[in-house]
Nanobody, 116 residues
Framework: QVLFVESGGGLVQPGGSLRLSCEVS????????FAWYRQPPGKQREWVAD?????????ADSVKGRFTISRDDAENTANVYLQMNALVPEDTADYYC????????WGQGTEVTVSS
């Protein structure tokens, strides 16, 4: 079973930065696209960014130019990162990683709060 374990969230002031990490284990094939998603308080979960095995990246318009997704792959594991810069209060959410083309079991997520 594939497991996703997110970390790196916290409280940050507007304009600040955070780097989220996601440890992925139990991968049978690591050619899948990984993605970051977020769920703002009281809202539905939304896609934020994704990355292919060879590094092609896609971003939601709301984070384009501010967030950068990256990944490191090993035989049966991977690490997926989300560098978040120029954070704004609207980025406040629980952040999750998962596959892009199909969904595995969700991890516990990591909470990001952008507030002064």
């Amino acid at each position: 079973q594939v497991l996703f374990v997110e970390s790196g969230g916290g409280l940050v002031q507007p304009g600040g930065s955070l780097r989220l990490s996601c440890e992925v284990s139990g991968i049978t094939f690591n050619f899948h696209r990984f993605a970051w998603y977020r769920q703002p308080p009281g809202k539905q979960r939304e896609w934020v960014a994704d990355i292919t095995r060879d590094g092609k990246k896609n971003y939601a318009d709301s984070v384009k130019g501010r967030f950068t997704i990256s990944r490191d792959d090993a035989e049966n594991t991977a690490n997926v990162y989300l560098q978040m810069n120029a954070l704004v209060p609207e980025d406040t959410a629980d952040y999750y990683c998962n596959f892009k083309d199909f969904l595995g079991a969700w991890g516990q997520g990591t909470e990001v709060t952008v507030s002064s």
